[in-house]
């Protein structure tokens, strides 16, 4: 039926050549309108939900860093042979005194032996925590096999005070150089390669579709215009 022949373009791009005979007597303005639309689906489905790509939570909590004016910490994360998307990061944080000027970047690793070095990147969220876990969004394209530093500090104007989860145990995802800290805004940096901050990252991977999903959408979309130019 006509029905079962358009669910079979559907759900697997073929060749506009091939699609005719299974189509049999469909018009050629149908045969491209199917062909748009199976290339779309398959591109719109490389559309993938967020995934964890390090993950520090929950981890066995043994001290915490302290982060007030001049004082700043950094966890490491090293991406895999894949290309991402930042989505967010996640942190459990405990504040004490609360005057907001909280903030989280991302750095990258051109520091001394490989400590954070240039900020990439702001992310969005509460600029005064209190307790708990806090989520902090923003979008950036992650090179593959690539160190990258998530950094929390406060405005040098703010007298906030606060803390930063750290646990010995290893990320259960991905992989890191440890945490960096710093006593003079981020001018220098110490690391503790053996500790971790407990932190999540999350993000998109930045797929490409295949070029025959591409020719096809192309195919269709060119055969559509020309007939209606006809």
Known sequence: SIGSKYQRVCCRPIELSR?????GDMKLS????????????????MAQASTVIFDGLPGTTIGWGPISSGQTYAQSFTTDAQSWTLESVTLPLTGYTLDGGFAVHLYDSTGTGGTPGSPLLTLDGNDNPSSGQYSYTGSLALSPNTTYWVEADVNPASDSFYEWNVTPDAPTVGSGLGFAYSDDGGLTWGQAPSMSLETQVNANPTLVPEPSSVALLAVGALGLLFRRRK
């Not at 699609?19 to 189509?23: E, G, K, N, Q, T």
């Not at 149908?30 to 591109?43: P, R, T």
């Open 19 to 23: 699609m005719l005979p299974i189509l």
């Open 30 to 45: 149908k045969v491209l309108a199917v062909s748009v639309m199976a290339a779309a689906l398959e591109i719109g489905a």
